[in-house]
Structures are given as structure tokens and as C-alpha cells.
């Protein structure tokens, strides 16, 4: 059985800062949130419906661009519209908003959508994130590690989650 909620990090971590989305995978995975629970995905539209299909929450963190840029700032939207948002973009060929339009036609978004996006310093060539970025992925993960723990376990939720 799928548990209830996923964690998709969408990116390229051989592309700089576009290696936000794994890096918060890492860091989810590291304190200890089961594997289950979490993803990486380059971004495509069919794979991404096909980790999020029958969860009442998805979440998805991306690297996107914006105009003036402030990298590491974080940006949260709750199931994007259809059309496009305008800045800011994803920093991917193909937007991962394409995957929603695509799965709330053919009836496969989740119950709930969250995307976070982390404006990107550096898309180019080479590996690690820039230290804003970095900053940003550390606290994601906690955000995100305490938002999971209380969706599984309610108000169970182990009382170091906040140390995630």
C-alpha cells in the first residue's frame, strides 16, 4: 500500500542550484523520513503523475528563476492554476507545471498539491549549491519533515520532529 503523502524533488543536482529538489531529498532522507515517502524526478510530466497518482498530499520542491532574482528565497503554492503563472519559472525545459495542467485532465492530481520553489543563484555546469540555497534546502527539509510527520501521525507526531 502507498502511504499517503510524497515528497518529490525535481531537478538536476549536476546543474548547481537546479539540485535543490534532491538536496532536499537528501536531507529528508538523512533524518531519517521512510524512503517510501520520498522521490526524485528530472521534472518529466508523466513520471511525475505517476509518483503523485492516489496521495492526498504530494509535495514538490523545484529551483525556480525570478526577476529580481533572491536566491534561496522560498515561494509555497498550493496546486498551481492551469495557465501559466508568470515569474517565477522553473529552471527546466519543460516547467513541471505542464504535469499539472496534463493530470488535472486526465483526473490524477492528488487530493493536495504543494509546490515549493527556491529561487536558483546558479543553473550552470557543476555540482553543489550556492550558500543561499543551501541555507534554504536546510530549512525546507525542516518544513517539510514536520509537515509529513504530522500528516502520518497527527498529533502522535514524535516530538523531535521539529529537529528535522
Not at 515517502?37 to 497518482?53: F, H, N, R
Not at 496521495?55 to 495557465?83: N, S, Y
Not at 515549493?116 to 550552470?124: F, Q
Amino acid at each position: 500500500m502507498r502511504p499517503p503523502v510524497v515528497v518529490i524533488g525535481i531537478g538536476n543536482p549536476y546543474r548547481r542550484d537546479d539540485g535543490i529538489g534532491p538536496a532536499v531529498i537528501q536531507r529528508l532522507r538523512a533524518a531519517g523520513l521512510p524512503s517510501d515517502v520520498l522521490a526524485e524526478s528530472d521534472g518529466e510530466a508523466g513520471a511525475l503523475i505517476l509518483l503523485w497518482q492516489r496521495r492526498r498530499l504530494a509535495i514538490l520542491v523545484d529551483a525556480v528563476r525570478a526577476d529580481p532574482p533572491h536566491p534561496g528565497r522560498i515561494h509555497r503554492t498550493a496546486a498551481p492554476p492551469p495557465e501559466s503563472c508568470g515569474p517565477p519559472t522553473s529552471t527546466h525545459a519543460v516547467d513541471p507545471g505542464d504535469a499539472v495542467t496534463l493530470a488535472r485532465t486526465l483526473g490524477r492530481l492528488p487530493a493536495r498539491l504543494v509546490v515549493y520553489g527556491v529561487e536558483a543563484a546558479d543553473t550552470d555546469f557543476g555540482t553543489g549549491l550556492s550558500p543561499g540555497v543551501a541555507e534554504a534546502a536546510d530549512r525546507l527539509a525542516a518544513r517539510i519533515a514536520a509537515e509529513v510527520l504530522s500528516l502520518v501521525y497527527g498529533p502522535r507526531a514524535p516530538h523531535d520532529a521539529g529537529a528535522w
